[in-house]
């Protein structure tokens, strides 16, 4: 395969750039060296546990000199869209720090126009879900932070907030507006803050659906990692083709000036 040019990087956070916290062997380093060579990078996270404020701290902490207006999150990408469908009274289904991000809109369990929906974890309950599905039932929309299938936590993989919302879209026969990845709309403004066309940039991360097969959806490249959920049977059941496949994102810090990368003959 020939050689695609990359101007940009999209990066993923929980699998690609750490693991359970920490700072995954060489990342940090590697992306410096991008940084060096004159890429954009945005750190682009389906994580609905924390608030934008934390997750920014965090990848501080790692050692990653990130700014604010290099993160994207699911939770600025569902505020914008709450704003934007003139909504102003949700019902919660967050991480109770989580809420913070939504301040601006009225917490409503009683008659909520929408209903937002992240990864709660043990928090979920029986009672959680059905009041969720009835306020669904009563006309209120369902906004999904995110869809992801399963994540890696301290325990292994673990289920992830797109489990709970199939089961509310089953139940009360809706479809939820995803604002997060694979959502088109996340990566385009992701690469518009960079001044670049999306075709430019490549979307680094180790889930091959909402990280590789999203942003290639969205006209981006695909770069898969062998870091954090990767599983070399879901990739072969996948029918997704990444762009390029790496053992780490640190390898991606040894390609020269990084605007030059060569498909991987393992893809």
Known sequence: MSPFRIQGLMIDLDGTISEVGTAIPGAVDALQR?????????FVTNT????????????????????TDELFTTTTAAVAWLKGH????I??????????DFAEF??????????????????????????????????????????????????????????????????????????????????????????LDIDAVAMVGDDIFNDVDGAQRAGAKGILVRTGKFRQDALDKSGVKPDLIVDSVADLGQMGSGLEMQHSSKC
């Open 34 to 42: 991008l940084r060096e060579a004159g890429l954009p990078l945005r």
């Open 91 to 100: 019902a919660p289904c967050v991480a109770e720090a989580t809420r913070e």
């Open 48 to 67: 609905t546990g924390r608030p934008r404020r934390d997750v920014l701290d965090r990848i501080r902490a790692l050692g990653v000199d990130a700014t």
């Open 106 to 195: 009225d917490f409503d369990d009683k008659t909520p126009q929408a209903v937002v929906v992240g990864d709660l974890g043990s928090a979920w309950t029986p009672d959680l879900l059905n009041a969720a599905f009835r306020q669904l039932l009563d006309g209120a929309e369902l906004v999904a932070l995110q869809k992801g299938r399963y994540w890696i936590s301290e325990q292994g993989l673990t289920l992830d907030a797109g489990a709970w919302v199939a089961a509310l879209e089953y139940a009360a026969s809706v479809t939820a507006h995803v604002v997060g990845k694979p959502n088109r709309e996340f990566f385009e403004a992701a690469v518009a803050s960079m001044g």
């Open 86 to 89: 003139g909504i102003s009274r």
